[in-house]
């Protein structure tokens, strides 16, 4: 991995422009000395005789919640260890924080919620616990929300249905569980009123319960993972009106019924997973109206009929899973395109 720490040192560059006052210098060269990586240009050139600190006189103590007109942060791809500080609730002109990529353990303080500037979090790939902070809420301006790929519990809270800015919340990879499935139904309703959620990824979490049936109303959909959920139910009826749908994700979970005939408004289709259901039904000539599709997979699902000619039209594509089902016939010739 390469340090990204040459990032955070290019926006010090420009902080520096503005240096406001000593105490935020002095956190920052104080900062600086507990790299472990010294040995890059960028770091040679951030010292006290720099423009920026010229005719400063630093005495006081460093924090990183000194810094308190700090915009930007990006301290992703590091080895940062311990818990994510308190004191960045200070930071309150902080409009994008990166912290993913780290070892970062402990839970995600609530004092978070301060930051109600920040559109874009990304915590992802840390190794934090305990639940996610009902004080998330606050944060009206978030865009970006990434908690994957950490050791996350408890429920997704209901508060984060409020965040009607989110494009992208990815929550996959954790601990998260539901023993109040209707809550959970309801949240995407909440995120999706405003219609501006595109990516939502929650696999491989310990989900269960049947598909939010909000989903069916999130028309701004263009990238969604639901895969190992245990979400049981019947996909004919749970799946809605997603035209500007690329990429979906339903493998490995126990839906039955048929890929309905909502499936033909999503012209934007790239990649189709559904595979390991009960899926049942043929695959319908609409499938060559997906001029886009790289990749379809419905492998091990109990679909019957033909292989269709209309997949010569599918000429982008390159994985075809259809083994495992109780497809019949020859394979046409127009699979050759
Ligand atoms: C630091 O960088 C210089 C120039 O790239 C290199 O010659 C030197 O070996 C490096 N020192 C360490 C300790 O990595
Ligand atoms: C900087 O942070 C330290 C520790 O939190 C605090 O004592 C000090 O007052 C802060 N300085 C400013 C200017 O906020
Ligand atoms: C994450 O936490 C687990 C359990 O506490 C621990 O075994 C593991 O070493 C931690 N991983 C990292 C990268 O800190
Ligand atoms: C994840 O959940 C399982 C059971 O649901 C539990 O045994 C395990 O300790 C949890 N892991 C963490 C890191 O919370
Ligand atoms: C959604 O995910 C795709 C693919 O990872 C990415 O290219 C796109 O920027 C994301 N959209 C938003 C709004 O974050
Ligand atoms: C999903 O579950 C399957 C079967 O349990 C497992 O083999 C696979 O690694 C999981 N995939 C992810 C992305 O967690
Ligand atoms: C699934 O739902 C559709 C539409 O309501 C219905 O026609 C079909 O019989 C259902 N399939 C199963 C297996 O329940």
Not at 138 to 154: A, C, M, R, V
Not at 289 to 296: A, I, P, T
Not at 299 to 328: D, P, T, Y
């Amino acid at each position: 991995m390469v340090p990204r720490i040459f990032y955070f040192l290019q926006l010090l560059t420009l902080f520096a422009i503005t240096f406001a006052s000593t105490e935020e210098a002095t956190a920052l060269l104080k900062w600086k000395a507990t790299f472990q990586n010294k040995n890059n240009s960028l770091s040679a050139s951030w010292k006290l005789s720099t423009d920026a600190c010229r005719g400063c006189s630093l005495v006081s103590s460093p924090a990183i919640g000194n810094l308190t007109n700090l915009v930007y942060l990006d301290l992703s791809i590091n080895q940062i260890t311990g818990s994510i500080p308190i004191t960045l609730r200070d930071l309150i002109e902080l409009k994008i924080l990166y912290l993913h990529s780290n070892q970062l353990s402990g839970l995600i303080p609530s004092e978070l919620g301060n930051l109600e500037n920040v559109n874009d979090m990304e915590l992802s790939h840390n190794n934090l616990t305990s639940s996610i902070p009902t004080t998330l809420d606050d944060l009206t301006e978030l865009k970006i929300l990434y908690l994957n790929s950490n050791q996350l519990s408890g429920l997704i809270p209901s508060e984060l249905g409020n965040l009607e800015n989110l494009n992208d919340m990815e929550l996959s990879h954790n601990n998260l569980t539901s023993s109040i499935p209707t809550t959970l139904g309801q949240l995407p309703e909440h995120l999706c009123q405003g219609g501006k959620l595109e990516n939502f990824t929650m696999n491989s979490n310990k989900l269960t319960g049947p598909i939010p049936s909000g989903l069916k109303k999130c028309s701004s959909l263009k990238f969604v993972r639901f895969n190992n959920y245990s979400f049981t139910g019947n996909l004919s009826e749970a799946f809605g009106i997603h035209p500007e749908l690329q990429f979906i994700d339903l493998s490995n979970k126990d839906f039955h019924g048929e890929l309905n005939n909502n499936w033909r408004k999503c012209k934007n289709l790239i990649d189709l997973r559904v595979a390991r259901n009960n899926i049942g039904g043929s695959i319908t000539p609409e499938i060559g109206n997906f001029k886009g599709l790289l990749g379809v997979d419905l492998l091990s699902n109990h679909l019957i009929g033909l292989i269709l000619k209309e997949f010569r039209k599918l000429r982008s594509l390159v994985n075809l899973f259809l083994q495992n089902n109780r497809i019949s016939g020859n394979i046409p010739e127009e699979l050759g395109y």
